[in-house]
């Protein structure tokens, strides 16, 4: 009988974390433990509190804000935290309990993290979620989020991404409300450039091709 594809996933981590397996295909979110009221989920945009432990293969914890006794707290999909947090963390409830195993394609540290995570190691985090805040983000939160290469500047790549990023949840919800799937995606690429070439016109003063600080909230001054 072939093994249930949890027993292999089980027996790929333990091979991984006893240090008897080189490398790890891709991401793996596990759910280690979910509370039986488990209504209220996390979603892009939520500030998430947590506490977690990073570790190595071999278990050698590399940082822990249980070690610190300070959870930690974070806007989900914003690019607070590397991109495998971000994705990995979404529809997660209070009091669940979540292994992410990073492979060392992917486990790349932020800027100024990078003696705490060297490259080239599989990274396990056991994550748990103490509370998400559902309140909308700021203006410089929405700033970080575009800004994904944090040179504080919105190039028109950016700024694809995230408009993109963000049509896509307006199509999820509209196919859910019975909306044609490729019709949904047709009109949300044309909007797309549409935006986008108009707020480059408008909004990149100094004609540079990026938006910078001053740019953006001089778009916040006059829209918001
Ligand atoms: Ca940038
Ligand atoms: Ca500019």
Redesign the pocket.
């Known amino acids: 009988m072939d093994a249930h594809p949890l027993q292999i996933i089980l027996g790929l981590i333990s091979a991984l974390a006893t240090g008897n397996c080189a490398s790890l295909p891709e991401l793996m979110v596990l759910t280690l433990y979910q509370p039986e009221n488990c209504i209220i989920k996390s979603e892009v945009h939520n500030r998430l509190v947590v506490h977690y432990t990073g570790y190595f293969a071999g278990n050698k914890t590399f940082d822990s804000s249980r070690d610190r006794n300070t959870p930690f707290s974070f806007r989900l999909g914003m690019n607070e935290v590397t991109a495998p947090w971000d994705t990995g963390l979404i529809d997660m409830c209070v009091g669940e309990k979540r292994l992410v195993v990073i492979p060392e394609y992917l486990a790349v540290a932020r800027p100024g993290y990078e003696q705490m995570v060297p490259a080239g190691n599989v990274l396990f985090y056991n994550i748990e979620l103490l509370e998400i805040d559902k309140s909308m983000p700021s203006k410089e939160d929405f700033f970080k989020e575009i800004d994904s290469n944090f040179d504080k500047e919105l190039s028109q790549g950016e700024m694809r991404v995230f408009l993109k990023k963000h049509l896509e949840i307006d199509i999820q919800k509209g196919i859910a409300d019975g909306a044609n799937e490729e019709d949904a995606r047709a009109k949300m690429l044309l909007e797309l450039d549409v935006i986008l070439t108009k707020f480059f016109e408008q909004d990149?003063?100094?004609r540079?091709g990026?938006?910078?600080q001053n740019?953006y909230y001089r778009i916040y001054h006059n829209e918001f």
Do not use: A, G
Request: proline letters at 0%.
């Open positions: 990149d003063v100094n540079d990026v938006i910078d740019e």
